[in-house]
């Protein structure tokens, strides 16, 4: 038996994969793996109702204008481990002929930003720590109402988990649910005349522990048809909150959208204003341009 002996080190046949780099050898080019991936999607939505001064219903002239962006850095080297970062950005702006103190306000706001670290525990199940932190660009009002309800930094809320995430893509269904027994929320309201609305009992800030369960979805419904949602919910064990939110995204062409916008909330940790409620809800439809890269 012919003994075969390793080739050395300076031996020409060797091909180097520590780097991106040709071999003239063997005409072979070696690349290290890229294990980020980035994407991103924005858009710009119109919505503009007129109503003659006989309109049997009544109503305001109105024009609204939204824009929203969306941007992922994922990243994922394919042996258990996973870091995930996803900024929301949104910002809406409307006029209206019955509001007599305001050109414009608000009526969509958020800032937010998700970090995700994940350690792989079976083919569904990951060990993560999550940290979510969200407020808004810009001053909230009301119409014919100078106070202002909400802030930039008024309020802002972080909430930092450790638990673990479920994932399950099946019949173009997306699904991630994050079950967190142990978290950390902070909360912060720069503007004093405000903390009490947010349940700060005087304070600029606050922490709360508790448990929260945070779900996200995608579903392709059809081939231009499509259904985002987030379901949040928080508890310190005495008060919740509870969001849901909804985005139902129907395209027309390459670059033409119809956006509707559902957002039930309870948070029995606000003030509220005897005979109100605990239940919130917000809703938007428009149509622009929706850009995807």
Not at 160 to 185: E, F, H, R, W
Not at 247 to 258: E, F, M, P, S, V
Request: charged share 25%.
């Amino acid at each position: 038996v012919e003994e075969v002996q390793k080739p050395k080190k300076s031996d020409k046949t060797l091909v180097p994969i520590h780097t991106d780099e040709y071999d003239s050898n063997h005409n072979l080019v070696v690349k290290r793996p890229n294990f980020w991936t980035f994407k991103g999607n924005a858009s710009l939505q119109f919505m503009q109702a007129y109503f003659s001064d006989n309109w049997y219903k009544g109503g305001d002239n109105n024009n609204t204008l939204l824009a929203t962006c969306n941007i992922h850095a994922n990243y994922d080297n394919k042996q258990g481990f996973i870091w995930t970062n996803h900024l929301e950005m949104k910002i809406g702006f409307q006029n209206s002929k019955g509001d007599d103190l305001h050109n414009f306000k608000t009526h969509a706001d958020l800032i937010r930003l998700t970090n995700k670290f994940g350690l792989q525990a079976t083919k569904r199940w990951y060990y993560t720590a999550t940290l979510q932190s969200w407020t808004q660009f810009y001053k909230g009002y009301r119409a014919n109402d100078p106070t202002v309800y909400s802030d930039f930094m008024s309020p802002f809320e972080s909430l930092l988990t450790l638990g673990m995430d479920y994932k399950l893509n099946v019949n173009k269904i997306d699904i991630t649910v994050s079950l967190s027994p142990l978290a950390g929320k902070f909360k912060y309201c720069d503007r004093r005349a405000l903390v009490n609305n947010y349940g700060l009992k005087d304070k600029h800030s606050i922490f709360e522990f508790g448990s929260n369960i945070t779900t996200t979805f995608q579903w392709n419904i059809w081939k231009d048809v499509q259904w985002n949602g987030r379901i949040y919910y928080f508890t310190d064990y005495d008060k919740a909150q509870i969001e849901w939110e909804n985005t139902i995204n129907l395209r027309i062409n390459k670059y033409l959208t119809t956006k509707l916008f559902l957002y039930p909330r309870f948070d029995d940790s606000v003030n509220r204003q005897e005979g109100d409620s605990y239940f919130q809800f917000h809703e938007t439809f428009t149509l622009g341009i929706d850009i995807s890269f």
